[in-house]
């Protein structure tokens, strides 16, 4: 089937805009059942997987919307405990310092990862078994944006100057 230009880009930007989901799909399977085009077809014109055609003519023909799994895996600490992030910003915040060259926006935690697990337990009272491990403290630091290494005051000179090719030997 032949179609114009200005349809396929209308049935895409249709398509684009449903949110990904069963209505999405339903779209999908009536636009394919519509203009009697078969799976690879509607997947060369529309640039649709051939697996989410087939699932969406699977619902039309069945009458069952499938279960999406998108909801699926581990969920971050953050939903178990809502408050854990600002609880760290309010520990961290006043250990942190700047670069001291100035040459970059980085802020430095003089804290190790440890050490804010403890204070959370001190300060904020949540329990040792709430509290995720250390890695986890440490990945959420990062992300924050506080950088948790040491920083240097200043580099100490080198005793001898770095020798030139007319230096003599």
Request: glycine residues 12%; hydrophobic residues 40%.
């Given at each position: 089937m032949d179609l114009a230009p200005e349809v396929i880009d209308l049935i895409r930007r249709t398509a684009d805009g449903f949110p990904?989901?069963?209505?999405?799909?339903?779209y999908m399977?009536?636009?394919?059942?519509?203009?009697g085009l078969g799976q690879r077809q509607a997947q060369q014109l529309?640039?649709?997987g051939r697996d989410t055609l087939r699932k969406a003519l699977h619902e039309r023909r069945t009458g069952l919307t499938c279960q999406d799994t998108s909801s699926r895996g581990r969920k971050p600490i953050e939903h178990h405990l809502p408050r854990l992030l600002e609880d760290i910003k309010d520990i961290v915040k006043d250990h942190v310092q700047t670069d001291p060259t100035f040459r970059t926006t980085r802020l430095y935690c003089r804290l190790s990862a440890p050490e804010v697990r403890r204070q959370l337990i001190a300060r904020k009272g949540y329990s040792d078994e709430q509290l995720p491990s250390n890695q986890t403290l440490t990945t959420k630091l990062n992300a924050l944006g506080f950088h948790l290494s040491r920083v240097r005051k200043c580099r100490p000179q080198k005793k001898c100057p770095k020798p030139t090719p007319s230096s003599p030997r």
């Open positions: 990904w989901g069963p209505a999405r799909r339903r399977a009536d636009t394919v059942q519509t203009l529309f640039g649709w």
